[in-house]
């Protein structure tokens, strides 16, 4: 999944999109995007199918979505399901 991550990643670059994973620690996780969010305004903000859709990522999917919606209202949200259309799914928001 790693790899993919950084394939996916190096693809949105390559389309003039950047990001970071932040990491999968839910607490650790919330903090790095909060930080962000006060630091840079996003228009939208990718959560993977990697976070999304594994049971045991619950709680990280939750306070991500959490930290979103509070630190930026109008933030809107994007998703993936395998890292190989991470630039379909941003492409989504970027037309819209």
Known sequence: MR???GVSWA???GSGV???CPGAKPDCAAA????????HAFGFAMIGGGVRMLPENTLLF???VNVLT???PWIRLCF???PEDTIESLRRWLQA
């Open 3 to 5: 790899r993919a991550t």
């Open 11 to 13: 693809a949105s670059a």
């Open 18 to 20: 950047s990001g970071s």
């Open 32 to 39: 790095i995007v909060r930080e962000q969010l006060q630091k």
């Open 62 to 64: 939750e306070r991500l």
């Open 70 to 72: 509070e630190e930026a």
């Open 80 to 82: 993936n399901t395998p």
